[in-house]
């Protein structure tokens, strides 16, 4: 009998400019229109939390988290095609709100496209819901896309 794979293990760690050649080149293969190179250098320029999961040594998924005046804002997660639904986003997210939670934030929010099936999933799973919406705020083949905007209320101790 042939023995599955290991899993090899995986760890979160802070986004370094060097890791923005695997970051763009995940996000250029997941989205059709994509953040640029210069996007992500901005982001790490203007001290957003980005971070990385890295998997063999290689960025496996990434995300971007905006946080200020109490609130925190997802600018993206993503998570290398070949590896998706293997917990990797779960892993990223629970990393961000945890760091949101660290920053003492009482409300976390992102948007979302409403035909993104899997990523909804994964936020209704994690407790956020819709809270508005926002007209034609995407790109599209077809004109502009609507986004969700989902929130989630982070308890704070006292
Ligand atoms: C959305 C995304 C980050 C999810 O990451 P992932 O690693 O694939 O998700 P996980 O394996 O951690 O799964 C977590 C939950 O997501 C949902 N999910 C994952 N794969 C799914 C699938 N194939 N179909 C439906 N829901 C799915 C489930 O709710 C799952 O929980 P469960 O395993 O208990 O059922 C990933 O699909 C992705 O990178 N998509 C492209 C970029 C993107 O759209 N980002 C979101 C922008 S707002």
């Known amino acids: 009998m042939i023995s599955p794979r290991?899993?090899?293990?995986?760890?979160?760690?802070?986004?370094?400019?060097?890791?923005?050649?695997?970051?763009?080149d995940i996000e250029r293969r997941s989205y059709e229109f994509p953040w640029s190179h210069g996007v992500f250098r901005d982001c790490l320029l203007a001290g957003y939390q980005s971070i990385v999961l890295?998997?063999?040594n290689r960025v496996a998924g990434y995300g971007i988290l905006s946080i200020a005046a109490g609130e925190a804002h997802i600018l993206n997660l993503c998570i290398e095609p070949e590896?998706?639904?293997?917990?990797?986003?779960?892993?990223?997210l629970d990393d961000m709100l945890a760091r949101s939670r660290l920053a003492s934030v009482r409300e976390i929010l992102l948007e979302v496209r409403p035909s993104n099936?899997?990523?909804?999933?994964?936020?209704?799973?994690?407790?956020?819901?819709?809270?508005?919406?926002?007209?034609?705020?995407?790109?599209s083949h077809e004109g502009r896309e609507d986004a969700a905007v989902l929130a989630k209320k982070l308890v704070i101790d006292d």
């Open 83 to 92: 590896f998706r639904s293997m917990g990797y986003g779960e892993r990223l």
């Open 6 to 24: 290991p899993t090899p293990p995986v760890a979160i760690r802070d986004m370094q400019h060097d890791d923005l050649a695997m970051v763009s």
């Open 54 to 56: 890295m998997r063999d």
């Open 117 to 139: 099936t899997m990523a909804l999933a994964l936020y209704r799973k994690k407790g956020f819901y819709q809270v508005a919406k926002r007209p034609a705020y995407y790109q």
